[in-house]
């Protein structure tokens, strides 16, 4: 069975963490003006891009993701200080261990939007796609995209009757 990958209908799956009282401020706003966005893209509310861990980025890859956007307040105007001056560090630091393992850091992007910029941050999701879309399929997500088809196409014969649990 061919993955959409294979056969060139790539579509970028896209992981945005994005702060509670910007981004996702944003993201309302770019709804409310009817703004839309790749529908690859998911979004993740998060109380401040200051609370996302390493691991929580390299954890979105290993999900199988393409690429993950972290989306917070402008600078000087995060509600809990220095949230977004500790979320830009860890993006840092993560960009340097996806280099380091060839998947490349640029899959991991920042932006810094406030609350009102809904337009903003509907032109950025698209943008942001068509760069992880340049870079290819990424190759943990494509892994984890073929072992979920041949777990589903199992399951298919199972249920079919083909194969049993015993097998």
């Not at 209908?9 to 992981?15: A, D, F, K, M």
């Not at 337009?119 to 979920?148: H, K, M, N, W, Y």
């Amino acid at each position: 069975m061919k993955t959409t990958e294979e056969t060139g209908s790539y579509e970028p799956r896209v992981l945005a963490f994005c702060c509670l009282y910007c981004a996702y401020a944003a993201a309302d706003v770019a709804g409310v003006m009817r703004r839309s966005y790749p529908e690859s893209v998911r979004l993740v509310r998060v109380p401040c891009t200051g609370r996302i861990d390493q691991i929580d980025l390299l954890k979105a890859f290993e999900s199988g993701v393409d690429g993950v956007l972290v989306m917070g307040c402008l600078d000087g105007q995060c509600h809990y200080k220095e949230g977004n001056l500790r979320a830009r560090q860890t993006v840092k630091l993560v960009q340097a261990r996806l280099d380091k393992i060839g998947l490349g850091s640029g899959r991991l992007e920042c932006h810094w939007i406030s609350a009102s910029m809904g337009l903003q941050f509907a032109d950025i999701l698209p943008e942001a796609t068509e760069r992880i879309r340049s870079l290819g399929p990424s190759p943990i997500g494509l892994s984890v995209r073929r072992v979920r088809e041949a777990g589903a196409a199992d399951g298919a014969e199972r249920v079919a009757g083909r194969g049993s649990v015993a097998d």
